[in-house]
């Protein structure tokens, strides 16, 4: 069984188009991210929640609109795609509890998006 | 605010020898830190991690950290490279102890090459 997955893996759009990426984890965790990965491999936050709830939201246009129907899922829409959202973006999710994160974070195999 | 650095963007190991992969960190409280390793196409995978424990950590695969706080330094080892160890590999910095309000602030990654 997969810990976190997320559909599609790969993702080819027009610019302008509407699109959405999806996330499931399996794992019990109570927090849920979305990283984005650019194209130099630079890893950024873009938003957190924790049981639903919305935690970070990392500047990011707000193009991008997370959902988190339950603990478990956290999707991601994006509006209105651009040339500049081309990049891979994972997924993770993590158990807070005992503190702090300690437990580290658990990350899914990634979408990797390309607007065209 | 926390950051990463990692020096050097490549580094090239010929099979059997020494690895080491640098990172320094910069935290206004006692950090959390982790090493991740991706492998091409994939999503990024927990090594080991540094929570305040002991010092000298111990990974997967043969890894290991040894936290330096005078130094501010997290740096990666394994005594014998092994092909399979050729990825990329990111340092991560964690400071927050909210719970939910934790993001992971990585460095820019270093390209391991093994050479035969």
């Known amino acids: 069984d997969t810990a976190v997955s997320q559909t599609p893996k790969y993702l080819v759009t027009q610019m302008g188009n509407d699109k959405s990426i999806k996330c499931e984890q399996n794992l019990g965790h109570d927090t849920m991210y979305w990283y984005k990965q650019d194209s130099k491999k630079f890893l950024k936050i873009m938003f957190s929640?924790?049981?639903?709830?919305?935690?970070i939201n990392e500047t990011v246009p707000n193009r991008f609109s997370p959902k988190s129907p339950d603990k478990a899922h956290l999707n991601l829409h994006i509006n209105s795609l651009e040339l500049g959202d081309s990049a891979v973006y994972f997924c993770a999710s993590s158990d807070i509890s005992g503190g702090g994160g300690s437990s580290g974070y658990t990350f899914g195999s990634g979408t990797r998006l390309t607007v065209v | 605010a926390q950051s990463v650095t990692q020096l050097g963007s490549h580094v090239s190991v010929s099979e059997g020898a020494l690895v080491l992969l640098r990172c320094n960190y910069s935290s206004s409280v006692p950090p959390y830190l982790f090493w991740y390793v991706q492998y091409p196409n994939q999503g990024l995978q927990l090594l080991l991690k540094?929570?305040?424990?002991?010092?000298l950590v111990k990974g997967i695969n043969g890894f290991e950290a040894e936290f330096k706080k005078s130094e501010t330094s997290f740096h990666l080892t394994k005594p014998s490279a092994h092909m399979s160890d050729a990825a990329e590999y990111f340092c991560?910095?964690?400071?927050?102890?909210?719970?939910?309000?934790?993001?992971?602030?990585f460095g820019t990654g270093t390209r391991l090459t093994i050479i035969p």
């Open positions: 540094y929570t305040s424990a002991a010092t």
């Open positions: 929640y924790n049981n639903k709830e919305l935690i």
């Open positions: 991560a910095v964690s400071d927050t102890l909210d719970f939910g309000n934790e993001k992971l602030t």
